[in-house]
């Protein structure tokens, strides 16, 4: 069975840092482009960050990257700000895309940025 699982939120100060992990079952990651996403409440879901296949870091504001011994993709978020406050997502997909566009999903790790 093919399955991602977030993992890694929590409730953080404003300036804190976290680490995101997405693990995959079933499939080979690295041959997947994979994007992380978030969805505040009250918010379309919005594309946070996304790596091709077989690249094994980018980095933006955030930063994701691959650790293919566990098959497991990492988004490091630094310097956090309360309008970060969402349920972030994994997907998995042929290439980065858009959310419609991503074939695996996980089901989500809330993160909560607040003093």
């Known amino acids: 069975q093919l399955q991602l699982v977030e993992s890694g939120g929590g409730l953080v100060q404003p300036g804190g840092s976290l680490r995101l992990s997405c693990a995959a079952s079933?499939?080979?990651?690295?041959?997947?482009?994979i994007g992380w996403f978030r969805q505040a409440p009250g918010k379309e879901r919005e594309g946070v960050l996304c790596i091709s296949p077989y690249a094994n870091s980018v980095k933006g504001r955030f930063t994701i990257f691959r650790d293919n011994a566990k098959n497991t993709v990492y988004l490091q978020m630094n310097n956090l700000k309360a309008e970060d406050t969402a349920v972030y997502y994994c997907a998995a997909g042929r290439r980065c895309e858009r959310p419609a566009g991503m074939d695996y999903w996980g089901k989500g790790t809330l993160v909560t940025v607040s003093s």
């Open positions: 079933g499939f080979t990651l690295d041959s997947y482009g």
